[in-house]
Structures are given as C-alpha cells and as structure tokens.
C-alpha cells in the first residue's frame, strides 16, 4: 500500500484539528452534517455532471491506483531488457516467444509480441508510441476528475455559508443565538476549503506524479525494446537506457560495475 496518500491526508487533518483545538476551540464545533451534505453532495453532484458516466465509473479504480500501484523499478527494469537482450543476439528473437507468458508488464509484453511476430520496427515505434499517447490521455481525464471536484468544493463552502447566513437573517429576533449560527455557517466554508486542498486536488496531484512516471518507464521500455529489435549489444543497451535514471541511481550504478571491473 501507498502510505504517503493516506499519511499525507491523515498528517494535514490531524495537524489542522490539533491545531485548532490548541487555539481553544471544541471538535464538535466542527461537525456540522448539514454543511458537509451541502459542500460534498454539491461538488460531487456538480462533478458528475463534468464528466461522462464511463468516466466517473473509473474514480473507484483511480482511488486503489493511488493506494496500491506499484510501478516497477527503473534499474531492475534495464536489467531485464539487456538480458533479454543478451540472450536474442545468442540464441535469436524466437528466444522472445517463449519469455513472453514470464513478462508481467502489458505494455512491454506488447512490444515483445511485435518484435516477435516479425512487425516493422518504425511500425513497431508508432504502435507503442501511440499506446502510450493513449494511456496519458486516459490518466489526464482521471487526474481532471479530482481537479474539477477541488474547482467545485470552495465554491460549494461558499453556497452553503451564504444558505446559513440567510438563515441567520431570518432569525435575528433571537440575538443570543447569532454568534454560534455565524460560526456554524462558514462551517460550510472550511469544509469546502479544506476539502479541495487536503483531498481532492492532492488526489489529481498524485495521479499526474503517478502518470509521469509511467510513462517514462514506458518510454524507457520502448527504447529497449527497438534496440533488441535491431540487435544492438547489450552493453550499448544498458548504456542507452540508463539515461532515464536519476542521477543518484546512474551514480550508484557506475560504482557497482566499477567494483565488478575491479573483481
């Protein structure tokens, strides 16, 4: 599991809470369940009516991405190409055919079932290159969902905030009452507030993160996988791909074949 979404979440509402009851104030002051319906069942409302039912039928799934997605380890990932690699320019790409049902990833066992069936490298590029356009338009639709919610909510604080002041208006026969009706409308307000920047545009934040990263382990899959298809060696493969690591990574892996050199 993804622990830094929920810490994250967790962390920041704890942190305003304590924050608030330090300063004398009592949590049930900041319950109000009429506010909380405005402010979510406005904004969810207003955010269903943004988007397609398909669309909003993938919130679900976008919510156990950000729990549970774990995306693969750049360096482990190298090394899988370029003994793929390794082993082609042994044995031929025949030898691919029979890796494939040992390859977890869609995307690369895509590429491996191109080069395998004989397919035009440039017609090889453009497929996955195309698949790759796709699946980042896919993640911008998820990632806007949770964008326009985050538009919506502070709007919805608001409406809700002018609903209890009109409220309080009617009721100015009761003075004593004035100063806790107040308070418990811009109620309506914090919720809308807080729940655009502590949850929902912080949801679309880490889906984009997410994305970004994917779609440079694909890039980084695609260029292995052209070079096998063209027969480079293995060594001039690592060396290729290795251009996507961060530096600290490209670092630690230049001291680990130093040290093999060494040996």
Request: zero cysteines; charged letters at 20%; hydrophobic letters at 45%.
């Given at each position: ?180 009706s107040i308070a418990l409308a ?64 490209r670092e630690k892996k230049a ?9």
């Open positions: 599991m993804e622990i830094t979404a929920i810490g994250g979440i967790l962390f920041a509402v704890i942190s305003l809470v304590t924050a608030f009851l330090m300063d004398g104030g009592h949590i049930m002051a900041l319950i109000k369940p009429t506010a909380a319906m405005i402010v979510f069942g406005g904004t969810i409302g207003a955010t269903i009516v943004s988007f397609s039912l398909s669309e909003i039928a993938t919130v679900p799934r976008l919510l156990m991405i950000i729990l549970f997605q774990k995306l693969p380890n750049e360096v482990a990932l190298i090394e899988q190409i370029v003994g793929l690699a390794d082993k082609v320019r042994r044995e031929g790409l025949l030898y691919l055919e029979n890796q494939l049902p040992q390859i977890d990833d869609s995307f690369m066992r895509k590429g491996i079932q191109l080069v395998v069936d004989g397919t035009d490298p440039e017609l090889v590029r453009q497929i996955l290159e195309t698949e790759i356009y796709s699946i980042q338009e896919r993640h911008h639709t998820g990632a806007s969902i949770f964008e326009a919610a985050g538009g919506y909510a502070p709007t919805m604080g608001i409406i809700g905030t002018v609903m209890g002041l009109v409220h309080v208006l009617g009721n100015l026969e009761s003075p004593e009452t004035l100063g806790p811009f109620i309506a307000t914090l919720y809308g507030i807080g729940s655009a920047n502590i949850l929902w545009l912080p949801i679309a934040e880490k889906l984009k993160n997410l994305s970004k990263k994917e779609v440079m382990l694909q890039e980084l899959m695609l260029e292995g996988i052209i070079s096998i298809q063209a027969g480079y060696n293995p060594l001039l493969i690592r060396e290729r791909l290795s251009a996507f690591l961060k530096p600290k990574h001291e680990s074949e130093d040290s093999e050199k060494d040996e």
